[in-house]
Every structure is written in structure tokens, then in C-alpha cells.
């Protein structure tokens, strides 16, 4: 199944930081199972399997197909526990508008056709880590991981060198927004270099 839309998808990353106070209590079961269940590894070296570099790469042609079509290069997916992708968008910029992001679209495809249960052991592989509103949503559909080619800060530094405006709205990194998830990004690379590459030449070709 395919949903079509379009993102900019553009988020610092951070660490989490903890009071004193958190770090000498002990923690209880519950704060525990949120501990890993909010879990980013974007401040650290992310280790990726060869499932995840298969699904990225699938992220990646998403976002070639959009910059062929004249769309900023942004591609993501859905897939189940069984490791099937359930759903994909990619960028279409020039048939909709600003807001329409395709991890927007995922996360509304994913609670009007699985169950909260279903939702939680999905994945959302994409090629840029979620803007706030993209995070949002992905927190709202509880989608259980998100998994990102490039982070925003990276994006960002990116358009600084390619002389592009800066975005209308603050960054806020997406493991501040999304609870109940497993992040990881980003990656390092040849397809990290490519999604750079692609993101060039949309702003300079």
C-alpha cells in the first residue's frame, strides 16, 4: 500500500540529560521498561543490522524517486513485526503543501488500519530523522521505532553549506517528543553521503 506526501523532516539531536536526584534513586520496574523503551542512540555510534540497512536503503530510493519527480528527497516507510513493509510514502511537494509529511501520513494510515498493538511493534524506517510535528504524530500513533538516515543537525548543516534558508519552526530533537519508542540514527556512509548528495541537488541543480 502506498501513501504519497512529502516532509522536511529537519530535527536536532541531543542527549537526555538527568537531575542528581534521578540518578541516586533507584529506579522502579516501570521507570526501567520507559528507560529502554525511550532509548535514542542518535549521540552515540547507532548499530544498524543488515534488516535495518535493507529497509533504509528502501527509504533511500523513496527519496530518489522524489527528487527525480522535482520533490525534496525525503522517503519513509512502514514495517510489521514480521519484518513486511506495510506502507511507504515519499515527498510530493509539487501536489500538496507544507504540511502534508509523509511520516504524518504513515502515522494516520497506521491507526486507522492496525491496532494499537500492531502499531507498537512497528517501525518506521525514513531518510530524516521527524520535525516536531512529524515526531507528534508519531508519538500519537504509538508506532513502536524510528529508525533515520540522516539526523536533522546534519540536515541542517547541510543547507547552511548549501546557502538555503533556515526552517520557520525550532527543532526540538524527536527522543524529547516521542516516548514509549526505540530511536536510532543516524547512519554513516555511503548512504549517508547519498541522501546528502540527493539534498544538493535539489537546492543547486
Not at 500500500?1 to 542527549?15: A, E, N
Not at 534488516?51 to 514495517?79: H, M
Request: proline share 4%; hydrophobic share 40%; net charge negative.
Amino acid at each position: 500500500m502506498k501513501i504519497f506526501s512529502f516532509t522536511l523532516g529537519l530535527i536536532l539531536t541531543s542527549g537526555i540529560v538527568f537531575s542528581q536526584s534521578e540518578v541516586d534513586q533507584k529506579p522502579t520496574k516501570h521507570q526501567q521498561n520507559q528507560s529502554l523503551m525511550s532509548h535514542s542512540s542518535a549521540d552515540s555510534d547507532t548499530i544498524f543490522t543488515p534488516t535495518d540497512l535493507k529497509f533504509l536503503k528502501y527509504s533511500l530510493d523513496l527519496a530518489e524517486e522524489a527528487l527525480e519527480a522535482g520533490d525534496q528527497p525525503f522517503g519513509s516507510i512502514l514495517v510489521n513485526a514480521e519484518n513486511d513493509i506495510i506502507a511507504e510514502a515519499r515527498n510530493r511537494i509539487n501536489e500538496k503543501n507544507v504540511l502534508a509529511h509523509p511520516e504524518i501520513e504513515l502515522a494516520e494510515w497506521a491507526i486507522e488500519n492496525l491496532s494499537l498493538e500492531e502499531r507498537q511493534q512497528t517501525k518506521m524506517y525514513t531518510t530524516g530523522e521527524h520535525c516536531p510535528m512529524c515526531a507528534g504524530a508519531h508519538a500519537w500513533a504509538q508506532i513502536g521505532g524510528l529508525y533515520y538516515l540522516s539526523s536533522a543537525k546534519q540536515l541542517g548543516k547541510w543547507l547552511n553549506e548549501f546557502g538555503v534558508d533556515s526552517a520557520p519552526i525550532e527543532f526540538i530533537p524527536a527522543e524529547e517528543i516521542v516516548k514509549n519508542a526505540i530511536i536510532k540514527g543516524p547512519t554513516k556512509g555511503e548512504m549517508l553521503m547519498e541522501i546528502k548528495q540527493m539534498h544538493k541537488s535539489y537546492y543547486q541543480d
